[in-house]
């Protein structure tokens, strides 16, 4: 019996590091394409800015290649959760390259987006491959959907811990399947991670030099600037869905939405005479934590992503709610008495989580990125960003579980 329990064990362990090898070693290189790739268009596009007056029509060959080659994975992230949450039919592999092209060509043309949606639909579409190749359970099919998710992540912004405890946590699912997904979320989170960096693709440092103590006075001013935070979240993800519906009321064919909205959004930029709101927005991000953002700056961000992501541009919304959360805590410097670069890293990660509904991701992440010294105050302003953004995430078919699903669904009773 005991030779039995050992030769599951073992079997076990063979099974998931096997699978974390292939798929964490696969989504670590097609990121690292996707990151070098990005940065490229990035800086081609901020050296030859008349690109943005094609934005609409970049948005048209988007909304085309997707209406005639993409209908099955349009809905993108929101797939991979649905598949999670109740497993039916094998994510398509054409998902990888379409939301890759409509990543890049949303970036190149002037949209705002992100790229954690791009890099989580690769790894999970790697990854679902396995389930296709392989006679599996629907209970190990989820585990490897998890997997996927976890070393996109991971490996797109180099933090193996959020990216696999992200992967666990972004669905509500049963304790048991959390615990067999444990050790292959981890695994495949660090080997994507280091296999992206064999490429040498660098991703984004930031530094909070100075973390005071947690006083009376700087808890409250934590607790103050955290439901702001909140707020930020729960005004993104209203917005997204709210676009996304106008335009689906409004433009019946759907290769026109990108095509109209990239109009609106060039003339946007045109107005504004800059192209800071635009793209990832990484310069301003760190510029955030060492320079006083103006207070419309967060909001520029917000209407620019979600009016882009409505619209049917492709791209991440993390990155523009890192800018958000970020610029948004370097303003509150102004009226807050905390170090200006503790409350931009506190906004960065707690607008992430008040939009995606993971706080332990977000704190892991946080503790990452701007190390252990801040771990209470990121914490904090993560517990309650969590809890003030609602029951409204930026995933229509996530579904939220948890202390905040139990809190708010006793207050709707």
């Given at each position: ?76 992230n929101n797939l991979l959760l649905e598949e999670l949450h109740s497993p039916k039919q094998i994510i398509p ?291 309650v960003a969590y809890f003030t953004s609602g029951m409204t995430g930026i995933y229509s078919s996530q579904v ?14």
């Amino acid at each position: 019996m005991a030779n039995l329990q050992q030769f599951t064990i073992l079997f076990y362990c063979i099974k998931w590091l096997a699978l974390s090898l292939c798929i964490g070693f696969f989504t670590g290189c097609v990121s690292a394409f996707f990151l070098t790739s990005l940065n490229w268009v990035t800086g081609w596009r901020e050296s030859h800015v008349w690109i943005i007056s094609l934005l609409p029509l970049g948005g048209l060959i988007i909304g085309l290649t997707y209406h005639y080659y993409g209908s099955s994975v349009v809905k993108g992230n929101n797939l991979l959760l649905e598949e999670l949450h109740s497993p039916k039919q094998i994510i398509p592999l054409r998902m990888a390259p379409l939301v890759l092209f409509g990543t890049l060509a949303t970036h190149l043309f002037g949209g705002s987006a992100g790229r954690e949606g791009t890099a989580v639909q690769m790894g999970g579409a790697i990854a679902d491959r396995f389930s296709h190749w392989f006679t599996i359970t629907p209970t190990d099919r989820q585990v490897i959907l998890i997997m996927g998710i976890s070393a996109g992540f991971a490996s797109v912004f180099g933090t193996p811990i959020a990216g696999a405890l992200f992967a666990l946590e972004v669905m509500f699912i049963s304790k048991k399947l959390r615990l067999t997904a444990l050790l292959p979320s981890f695994a495949v989170a660090y080997i994507a991670h280091y296999s992206c960096l064999l490429w040498n693709v660098p991703h984004t440092h930031y530094i909070i030099p100075f973390v005071p103590q947690l006083t009376p006075l700087n808890f409250a001013c934590t607790i103050a600037a955290a439901v702001l935070f909140g707020l930020a979240a729960l005004l993104f993800s209203r917005l997204v869905h709210f676009f996304s519906s106008v335009f689906k009321k409004y433009v019946a064919y759907p290769p026109l939405r990108p095509f109209i909205g990239g109009i609106f959004i060039e003339l946007s930029v045109y107005l504004l005479g800059t192209t800071k709101y635009i793209g990832l927005g990484v310069p301003t991000i760190v510029e955030s934590f060492t320079t006083a953002q103006p207070s419309y700056a967060f909001l520029l961000k917000l209407l620019l992503t979600t009016f882009t992501l409505g619209a049917g541009f492709k791209g991440g919304e993390v990155t523009p709610l890192f800018f958000v959360g970020a610029t948004l805590g370097s303003a509150l410097f102004l009226v807050v008495p905390l170090p200006m670069a503790l409350l931009a890293g506190m906004g960065f990660v707690a607008v992430f989580c008040g939009a995606t509904n993971t706080p332990i991701a977000c704190i892991a992440m946080g503790i990452e990125l701007f190390g252990l010294d801040c771990g209470l105050y990121i914490a904090l302003a993560c517990a309650v960003a969590y809890f003030t953004s609602g029951m409204t995430g930026i995933y229509s078919s996530q579904v939220v579980g948890g202390m905040k699903g139990y809190v708010y669904g006793r207050f709707r009773k």
